[in-house]
């Protein structure tokens, strides 16, 4: 005879796969009982990012300087912080390089205003929030709704971002390469140690695919023994679709809609955007980390399940 605990336990719901914690200066993700991500969001923090990124082994594949420091590992661009999402000339202010331990600080800032949203759930979790983009004299420029939702899958990690932009005052995107949804890789996985970017065309390295467009990039390498790769996702609904992709050697890997003149090497360009005050941008992205390469892990066919999204 079946006892009245057992009967109990499966009788109750499973466990949340995705498990999401709102902390004093960061949220934290776990999926299947594993730690994914945390989004860093203190007053001290310039500009929220996500840091580190996991595999769904546990290997780290962000870069993990500045914030930790790592023995061997690279300490250039100190603001390229985890996963974030900024530009790098918003009415002149440089929201990209802004750190306070970059050289050449602009002091600009992406301040979280409120959390709405930080859930998990058995195949999905989300955090959303506003957010004001403000430059070095406290001037808010724009006003930005973030979602991010994380998914619960056995062997890859999954993550949507719909992000709105609203303009406060009239707003000037600027024409430049420092921009915009972008991430560092960890040291192992990039060009320059062995790792490979491939776009959705074919083209492979960072000479045929940096400032080129295209509606996805999948950028793998082998960490500790493995594998892995980070492809990131343009949704069609973007603007100015498709994304031009500042991809570098040296674990840079970035979408960005602006840097015209540098991507085409051509100074007559002119790749900015202006708002008036009120207008919206919205930009909906997906990073996918997986084992394999590019086509053991059918990138294109799960670009096209991105796509079909409403």
Known sequence: MLSLTFLLLVSLPLAAQVAVEQKADRITVDIN?????????????????????????????????????????????????????????????????????????????IAVRKISEAKGGNKSGAIAGSFEWIDRSGAVLLTESRR????????????????????????KFGDTKEGSFGLRLADPLKESSGGKMVNAEGAAGEKN?????????????????????????????NPRHPAYWHSRAYGLFAANIFGWRDF???????????????????????????????????????????????
């Open 148 to 171: 991010m939702t994380f998914y619960a899958e056995a062997d890859r990690r999954t993550v949507d971002f719909d992000i709105l932009l609203r303009a406060a005052v009239p707003v």
């Open 33 to 109: 009982g594993k730690p994914f991500t945390e989004l860093w969001i203190g007053t001290d923090v310039r500009k929220p990012y996500l840091h580190p990124l996991r595999s769904a082994s546990g290997k780290i594949v962000t870069r993990r300087y500045p914030m930790e420091q790592v023995a061997g590992e690279t300490k250039d661009h100190p603001h390229h912080r985890g996963l974030w999402f900024n530009h790098g000339d918003v009415n002149g202010s440089d929201f990209w390089g802004s750190d306070p331990q970059a050289r050449a600080d602009a002091k600009a800032r």
């Open 264 to 310: 085409h090497n051509d100074k007559s360009m002119d790749g900015s955007l202006e708002l008036k005050p009120g207008e919206t941008l919205r930009f909906r992205y997906r990073v996918l980390i997986h084992p394999g390469d590019t086509a053991a892990a059918n990138i294109g066919g799960q670009y096209r399940k991105f796509a079909a999204m409403k």
């Open 209 to 237: 695919v940096w400032g080129k467009r295209s509606p996805w990039v999948d950028y793998c390498g082998e960490l500790e023994g493995e594998k892995l790769g980070i492809a990131i996702f343009d949704h069609p609904t």
